[in-house]
């Protein structure tokens, strides 16, 4: 067998050809003293660093909050969808709340069903179901009253603007409530204005006289619980029951009023304010008395009392 032959023997031990000329690998001798080994890359290196390392400290920190708002926006964008479907459903309760037909356990939805939505033009209180304003068809299944209110063709400023809501929609959505024979029960009209600290949104409900109050009730507020978020009381709602809105049966001023004192006009167009909260009580007025006068609902109430809806 040759020298050669024997160099290439099968199965031969590839480390035993290096030769001192070819530089071995070094792998098994110590470390230099004072070298650093870089046996791993960044992320190696980056763990080895000591855990007060300002750079490392930052880095993690940074780390942590890129995955948390990873999460929450991840929990956002998914919940939105089922929050969108609560909030329709909350909005649904309090019209049946209103309107007097809820009842525990019974089927909101199924309820809902009762009422009649319609989109009403502000200034002629005519509905206006179906017309197309600017490209949007107005379809009272899917009208959006806040998302309008802020749209610039869909709204007007207001300069005189006792509810503090800075913009008015020009179509609103209203609900009817119909007895079995076809005739006008109820209506059920959007309100909301500035109390003390926040908006509040809620729904009056309107004989079909058109000018008795069946109920008042907000759905979405953040005042003072215990001060005027007293606006929920039960008792406090029960007052609005059988008030009226204007004298003469409807014919002559707007007396409703929400104060200490009953008005000129008798009791039967006063709810008492709440005690220890006359902030949010005025701000409850001015929004009622805002949404019921002639900018307001009266076009609409006067079709009402004309027996024409
Ligand atoms: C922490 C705090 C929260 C308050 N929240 C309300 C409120 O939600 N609505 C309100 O009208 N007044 C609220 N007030 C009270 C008002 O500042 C004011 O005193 C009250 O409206 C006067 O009502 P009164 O004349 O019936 O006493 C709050 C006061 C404090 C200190």
Not at 6 to 21: C, I, M, S, V, W
Not at 68 to 82: G, I, K, N, Q
Not at 107 to 136: K, N, R, S
Not at 254 to 263: E, N, Q, R, S, W
Request: with cysteine; charged share 25%.
């Amino acid at each position: 067998m040759s020298d050669n032959d024997r160099e290439n023997k099968p199965g031969q031990d590839a480390e035993a050809q290096f030769t001192p000329e070819m530089n071995p690998p070094d792998r098994d001798l110590p470390a230099p003293e004072g070298e650093v080994v870089k046996t791993g890359g960044f992320l190696r290196r980056f763990l080895d660093m000591p855990a007060d390392n300002t750079a490392k400290t930052v880095a993690v920190a940074l780390g942590l909050c890129l995955v948390a708002s990873m999460f929450v926006s991840a929990a956002a964008v998914s919940l939105r969808p089922l929050q969108e479907r609560n909030a329709a459903l909350d909005k649904q309760v309090n019209i049946v709340q209103v309107a007097g037909l809820y009842e525990d356990g019974i089927d909101v939805a199924e309820a809902f069903d009762a009422f009649e939505p319609h989109v009403l033009e502000m200034a002629t209180g005519e509905f206006a179901d179906g017309a197309e304003i600017e490209g949007q068809v107005l379809d009272p299944l899917t009208f959006d009253d806040r998302a309008a209110a802020e749209d610039l063709t869909l709204s007007a400023p207001l300069d005189d603007d006792p509810a503090s809501i800075g913009r008015q929609a020009n179509y609103v959505t209203v609900y009817l409530l119909r007895n079995e024979d076809g005739s006008l029960d109820k209506v059920i009209l959007p309100v909301y204005g500035y109390g003390l600290w926040s908006t509040l949104y809620g729904f009056i409900a309107i004989e079909e006289d058109g000018n008795t109050i069946y109920g008042l009730q907000f759905y979405e507020h953040a005042e003072t619980p215990g001060l005027g978020a007293e606006v929920d009381n039960p008792r406090w709602k029960a007052l609005w029951n059988e008030k009226l809105l204007r004298t003469d049966g409807g014919d002559g001023e707007l007396a409703i009023t929400v104060a200490k004192t009953a008005p000129p006009a008798g009791p039967e167009y006063h709810v008492d304010a709440l005690s220890g909260a006359t902030l949010t009580s005025r701000g409850v007025d001015n929004l009622i008395r805002f949404w019921l006068s002639e900018r307001g609902f009266e076009p609409f109430l006067e079709r009402v009392r004309e027996g024409e809806i």
